[in-house]
């Protein structure tokens, strides 16, 4: 089945009469004949009944009609997209984010991409780092935003970002009247829930090497649980270097000497799928961003 087949019968079809369809084609009427003749063939369906001197669609030539008309639509809008200097970018996608990523930089990201590609749309998924490394691997979504996510079979990934780990305090917290490093463990803190294949941030060596033993009260799954919890200044936490530039209006940062906890923000996505040109975006957009935010806090 051709494109030029499909055509042909499409425009015989809507003129119910071969002649008139050639003299629109400008080409012979024994060529329409041949092609419909061969399409008939590889269907194993008659597509057309004669009716006096014109041709009526048979009950498979109208399903072929229909389906016809909705491929060659397709085909020219493809040509139309290709032959412009500002491709459009369209399609449904599934992206999911850890929820301070998600929204804080992913959704506005987003929004943005959609304003020049209006026929773009999106089921945006806030969830825990692990359980956006889960819908990756199971391939229930085309795209995750998270922290920390080990290597694995099922997905590959890309390092947009790579920072430090602060501690962080609200802003009267008592730590902060003389930022003693061996009085921190006198202060509950609270802490990251552990994810399967998500690199425990917050049961950093670090800890080990300066000999520090959190006393941890509280978990939470979102950065945005541990901000509200901090302006209590009844605990402690570990925040990305970036968050806490963020948020530097509601919380106060302690790095002692010798600490050195990294962490990492990666674009996931399943093994063996397309990383399309909206998702390239995405990714490159929240790569920029969140690098610009980073640079603030080196920089503060």
């Not at 692990?130 to 391939?139: F, I, P």
């Amino acid at each position: 089945m051709k494109l030029d087949q499909l055509h042909y019968f499409v425009e015989t079809a809507r003129r119910q009469h071969i002649g008139r369809a050639a003299s629109f084609l400008h080409i012979s009427p024994s060529a329409i004949s041949h092609s419909i003749t061969a399409l008939e063939e590889e269907l194993g369906k008659s597509l057309f009944v004669k009716h006096g001197r014109q041709i009526k669609l048979t009950a498979h030539g109208k399903i072929l009609l229909d389906r016809a008309e909705f491929l060659l639509a397709e085909v020219e809008r493809i040509r139309e997209e290709l032959s412009s200097d500002q491709l459009k970018m369209r399609g449904h996608y599934r992206i999911a984010a850890t929820h301070v990523l998600c929204s804080e930089f992913l959704t506005p990201v987003w929004i943005n991409i959609q304003k020049e590609h209006p026929s773009l749309t999106a089921t945006l998924y806030s969830l825990r780092s692990g359980e956006v490394l889960s819908r990756v691997n199971a391939s229930e979504v085309d795209l995750g935003i998270c922290f920390c996510p080990h290597s694995g079979p099922n997905h590959e990934q890309e390092i947009i970002h790579r920072g430090k780990l602060v501690f962080c305090f609200g802003k009267k917290h008592p730590f902060l009247k003389n930022r003693r490093l061996k009085d921190i463990e006198q202060y509950p803190s609270i802490a990251t829930q552990a994810s399967q294949g998500i690199e425990n941030c917050e049961n950093h060596p670090s800890f080990q090497k300066l000999k520090i033993r959190p006393k941890v009260v509280n978990l939470f799954d979102s950065y945005d649980v541990a901000i509200r919890a901090l302006k209590s200044n009844a605990v402690w936490a570990l925040l990305p270097d970036f968050l806490a530039y963020s948020h530097r209006t509601e919380i106060e940062t302690y790095i002692p000497r010798g600490w050195n906890a990294d962490y990492s923000i990666a674009a996931i996505w399943p093994k063996y799928h397309i990383r399309t040109q909206a998702l390239d975006c995405v990714i490159e957009k929240m790569s920029q961003i969140v690098k610009e935010t980073a640079s603030q806090w080196v920089s503060s």
